[in-house]
């Protein structure tokens, strides 16, 4: 299977993505389709030995669109391509107006008592004021010619749009007026004119169209900020020379220097140098981090006041900041499950909307006997008010202004519906070891059997120096302060979820846990007071034996993080159910849970069984939401509703998760579900009143007032009504940016 991004041109309202994906999903060899009309992106996952990329091109071209392969290049960012759009947009809407106005006041001023040139009066020369509106309304429909051209092929193609619906209004009013025209010419000079309806309508959905284009600039803020961080030029050092590269010719390996006050251009290693780096834009964290020889600096940054000369690790493409740009992108381009709510109704909405125009107006004519004019104008209007561009924005603009946001603070989403899914989350299960505690534990306590203490820590150290494990890390570093020289192991031996054994001088050693311990038949009789008083205390133990004969107990300790009561509290607050998961002892686990008041805990999980917990809460019907660091907890963050990564680093885009913290910090989990919450209420509110105002104006358009008061919407306000509608929509999901968190 391959995944392809597609950039689609001619799309204008929801029913154009359900066209677009649905001329796509009819093709056997794809598996999945997601358009989106504000990013204007079509990611397709199909199987490539049976289509092709030219196949998916020509499936969206028949349904009515454009359609072309996104390479990443700059040029088809969404920045770019919005100020393209907005260029072409204002020259349409300018040369729009410039013609609509003398119409509308042409067409409008003699009834209301303007003075109008007698040479243009409709009632002295209506022969020369029949043509001087239509000659000024050409111009007009020319401009906006693609109002026409989409929306006529999408007819044709059966896949009626927004542009179909306009062009047929308006397509009817400019014809009738030509059938006035010509009756004007023939002597009837009272023949009803429809031109200022055609040229004003045109006009006001160009001018919702370009001041919605100005909003929907407006979500995209957080990507164009995160682009704004890219450095276009790196200082390389060669052959002890000063060289200014482009940042994309830079390559693996060559060593970069960074003055003071300038941005990092790279990913990469300090070699030499000492100064602060601001990370916030990336992390969230508005303190800047001390950087010395050894410590990592990542491309976006900006440095303090010291020179750094660092070591490239990763180029342009490969960098923190450009795998941060391409999940929010990702995320936004991603259909949330309420989306799909607009894309049912859109694809059926507009040919019921022709199909009402039609039989209001014909209703109006045929049953209640009124004008061809008055019949006219109801079904114009009706095909004009309906345009579904609101609904088609509802979702996406909400969706890209929440994942923005969310960036910014150092929470990123790897995928759109993983926003409206967090906050659906019932039961949080966090891993214990790096996301409750801080993950540097320390030697605690020492019991020793038999033998010196110095003995056993060399012993112990000189094991634990050839583990990974956070807790060997621990007695190595104690081995290290106390300057002990550490022994040769032979036949070292890892065991997953137990401990490890190995020979040191022909002995056998065991280092581990209890159960490690009762599995080799070794008696902990001896030491169990110590062990009850090390497990109450909050300690980890881990036992070691030598020729099946238990020589010590030492105890490891995890401080819990500063914000991990606090955030448990909220989660608990909010009504989550929160959950601990640990290889730990059972009572090692109860003190850490008591003081942290959890209620629900799992101890002594081996690494696999992680999994099988997660699935045990799933089957009892719970939403649950794994918390953890994002590589040894992958089989449960996959398994999980919603897989949370806790300040996973740089590994950022391999992760397991759906969403990831970039920022080691407890507090953001409850940012992030404030987050979800809010950007879900917002679509909620959007699609809300995009339904509303279509179930409301519809009937209006249709004349249900006009036997109650006499009023009749004019296919002008219905033009501009139409228009607003979707600029409400894309002001109301702007208005995330100031709700408070």
Known sequence: MAKDVFLIDGMTCASCVANVENSIKKIESVDDVVVNLTTEKMTVNYNETELSKDDIISAVQRAGYDAKLFSGDKSESIENREERKLLVMKKRLTGSIIFTIPLFYLSMGSMIGMPIPTVLSPETNPTIFALVLLLLTIPVVLLNYHFYTNGFKALFALRANMDSLVALATTAAFLYSIYGTIAVFQGHIHSHLYYESVAVIL????????????????????????????????????????????????????QVIVKPGERIPLDGIIIKGHSTVDESMLTGESLPIEKAEGHKVYAGTMNGKGRLIYQVEKVSKDSFLSQIIKLVEDAQQTKAPIAKIADQVSGIFVPIVIALAIISGLFWFFILGESFQFA????????????????????????????????????????????????????????????????????????VYGLEKEDLLRYLASFEAMSEHPLAQAIVKEAEEQQLTLLEVDHFESLTGFGIKGQIDSSEFLIGNDTLMAREGISLEQVKLDFEAMTLSGQTPIFISKDKQLIGLVGVADKIKKDSKETIRRLQE?????????????????????????????????????????????????????????????????????????????????????????????????????VSRLTIKTIKENLFWAFIYNVLMIPIAMGILYGINGLLLDPMLAGLAMSFSSVSVVLNALRLKNRKL
């Open 376 to 447: 006219m104008t109801v079904a114009v209007s009706v095909l004009v008010i309906a345009c579904p561009c609101a609904l088609g924005l509802a979702t996406p603009t909400a969706i890209m202004v929440g994942t923005g946001m969310a960036a910014e603070k150092g929470i990123l989403f790897k995928r759109g519906d993983a926003l409206e899914l967090a906050h659906q989350a019932d039961t949080i299960v966090f891993d214990k070891t790096g996301t409750i505690t801080e993950g540097k534990p320390e030697v605690a306590s020492l019991f």
């Open 203 to 254: 006009t006001l959905i160009t001018l919702g169209k370009y001041l919605e284009l100005i909003s929907r600039g407006k979500t995209s803020q957080a990507i164009k900020k995160l682009l704004a961080l890219s450095a276009k030029e790196a200082t390389i050092l060669q052959d002890g020379k000063e060289i200014k590269l482009a940042v994309d010719d830079v390559t693996v390996g060559q």
């Open 574 to 674: 909010m009504g989550k159910d929160v959950v601990m998961l640990t290889g730990d002892h059972h009572q090692t686990a109860q003190a850490i849970a008591k003081e942290l008041n959890i209620k629900t805990i799992f101890s002594q999980v081996l690494p696999n069984e992680k999994q099988e917990v997660v699935l045990t809460l799933k089957e009892k019907g719970k939403k649950v939401a794994m918390v953890g660091d994002g590589i040894n907890d992958a089989p449960a963050l996959v398994t999980a509703d919603i897989g949370i990564a806790l300040g996973s680093g740089t590994d950022i885009a391999i992760e397991s998760a759906d969403i990831i913290l970039v920022r080691p910090d407890m507090l953001d989990l409850i940012t992030l579900l404030s």
